[in-house]
């Protein structure tokens, strides 16, 4: 029988299964000792919520074990997950010594494969463990995105969309992680290319509570493109008190500006006098 997992990724059928050199046979179910038992090293999962886990230990109490984990033999006695994090760590939370189990033969590519298709059928991983799980399987495998989606029955634009997510700051990253912003913050977040503006306006996202419409019309705002400085009269053939009364006025106005206020100044040069108007609004 072909496992699902190869027939998405074409790794084909390696026959009828047959007793390794210590008698296991692969998908038959035996007890296996959790302290010989280490997790996926490439689990795609960062976060394991803990009332879940303890939801899960109690339905396993309950009911048993439904469904065995699959491990994959790494060493004389010790064993890797494969798939079944959750139930593993449920049945510690039990106190059991010993798991349901079934062993497979997987190389490392496949393991991390599994594990990643895995966790991405359940649909529970956050945005950036997704993106994560979609581009490790693109570097696993050697496929183009549209490849990808169609072997995983997706959207390219879906997993177009989620990898971009990567290219933000890491602290953005993390935010997502935590469901501190949603999928949609970060995305228009990645509108700005500045990574200081970026983390100025995660940062106000987060105080302010603001909603993806009030950030997308924040980062339009910082992106409108700026009016160029009007020229300022030329100072030459003038009084000095007149220069330096006029450069003293600049400056205090660069000051002002310096603390946040958005002035606006405008210069013109008549033939008796400057004329200097200012504009501060009465909102910071």
Request: net charge positive.
């Amino acid at each position: 029988m072909v496992h699902p997992f190869n027939r998405i990724f074409g790794m084909g059928d390696k026959g009828s299964p047959e007793p390794d050199e210590v008698g296991y046979t692969p998908d038959e179910v035996i007890q296996l000792e959790i302290e010989n038992i280490q997790p996926n090293r490439f689990q795609p999962r960062t976060i394991f919520k803990e009332e879940k886990i303890k939801e899960l230990a109690q339905t396993i109490k309950t009911h048993g074990m439904i469904q065995p984990i699959v491990v994959r033999k790494i060493d004389e006695g010790k064993f890797e997950i494969i798939a079944g994090e959750r139930r593993w760590r449920a049945v510690q939370l039990l106190g059991w010594d010993k798991v349901s189990s079934i062993i497979r033969d997987m190389s490392d590519s496949e393991t991390a494969s599994v594990a990643l298709i895995e966790n991405l059928q359940r649909e529970e991983l956050t945005v950036i463990e997704e993106a994560h799980a979609y581009a490790k399987l693109l570097e696993l495998h050697s496929l183009t995105q549209e490849a990808l989606a169609q072997r995983l029955g997706k959207n390219q634009s879906t997993i177009a969309n989620k990898l971009r997510l990567l290219k933000l700051p890491e602290e953005i990253q993390s935010a997502l992680l935590n469901k501190r912003i949603t999928e949609r913050h970060a995305r228009a977040l990645i509108k700005l290319r500045d990574k200081e503006k970026q983390l100025l306006v995660l940062q106000a996202i987060i105080d302010n509570d603001l909603n993806v419409k009030q950030t997308e019309e924040r980062i339009a705002k910082i992106n409108e493109p700026k009016e160029p400085k009007r020229k300022r009269p030329k100072l030459k053939g003038v009084n000095k008190d007149i220069r330096i009364a006029m450069n003293t006025i600049r400056q205090s106005l660069s000051m002002v500006s310096d603390t946040g206020v958005d002035v606006e100044s405008d210069e013109k040069e008549h033939d008796d006098y400057y004329q200097i108007t200012i504009k501060i609004p009465k909102k910071k």
